[in-house]
């Protein structure tokens, strides 16, 4: 396993960064990690494989708000784009949804056992989606803020990470592919296809909109790489 560090860095002159302070969060799940920070509505929401803890930046400094334990204790990613609420992956023990509302006393609302491992999570505009390791992908609703699954699919290959961008879900493999899933029907997801990235492992990926086009970030095992979506298109 890894240890997590939270490092803050004073940015204020982008020519001359430099860190301020460190803080010990926990360990990972084993040798595979995701998004286990996120930042939303002025906290930070960092994930080990034990704890869901929450931070602020208070006068130059972290300070620590409180924390709560990840049920089943495999906590592996975190998204966080919800007023009060925030998705988890939680490894062997599915899929989970916190209240944070008040942030000095987060509760897990409830979760979906899903088959396979949940390494990572995604949500938007009331529907999340996780990435299931060798079950495929889940998407659910979670508009009502409970967690609600609506449907599965399987992938040819062990699902690591996803995103989801106007209707298509990005999943990063474990052996470098990119599959893309039309999700436009939460009901009825169908396969585009796949495109198959130079890196080894996909530990992450971010989408940046740009008017009708925007680009894919991908987190490799060893490179960083950019792609190009056009609308409609993978």
């Known amino acids: 396993y890894y240890e997590y560090k939270l ?38 929401y960092a994930v080990s494989k034990d704890h869901l803890k929450i931070f602020k930046e208070s006068s ?16 592996t990613s975190i998204y966080a784009n919800t007023p009060g609420y925030v998705y988890i992956g939680g490894g062997n023990y599915g899929f989970q949804l916190y209240n944070v509302e008040n942030p000095e006393m987060p509760y897990m609302v409830n979760y979906f056992d899903s088959p396979g491992t949940c390494w990572d999570v995604y949500a ?16 659910y609703d979670v508009s009502q803020n409970i967690v609600i699954p609506m ?50 492992r996909i530990n992450d990926m971010i989408i940046d909109t740009q008017g009708n086009d925007g680009f894919l970030y991908v987190a490799n095992e060893l490179t960083v790489s950019t792609f190009k979506i056009e609308t409609g298109v993978g």
């Not at 130059?60 to 906590?75: K, M, Q, Y």
């Open 124 to 139: 938007d505009n009331g529907i999340a989606y996780t990435a299931n390791w060798d079950g495929g992908i889940y998407i």
């Open 60 to 75: 130059g400094a972290i300070e620590f708000v409180s924390s709560t334990s990840i049920f089943g204790n495999h906590g």
């Open 151 to 200: 449907s599965q699919m399987n992938i040819d290959g062990y699902a690591n990470s996803i995103v989801e961008e106007n209707g298509i879900a990005y999943v990063g493999l474990f052996d470098g592919r990119i599959q893309m899933i039309d999700v436009s029907d939460p009901e009825d997801p169908k396969n585009m296809g796949w495109y198959l990235t130079s890196g080894t």
């Open 7 to 44: 490092a803050l860095i004073d940015i204020h002159d982008i020519q001359n960064p430099y860190l301020v302070e460190i803080y010990e969060y926990g360990t990972s799940l084993g040798y595979f990690f995701n998004s286990n920070m996120a930042y939303y509505n002025g906290y930070l």
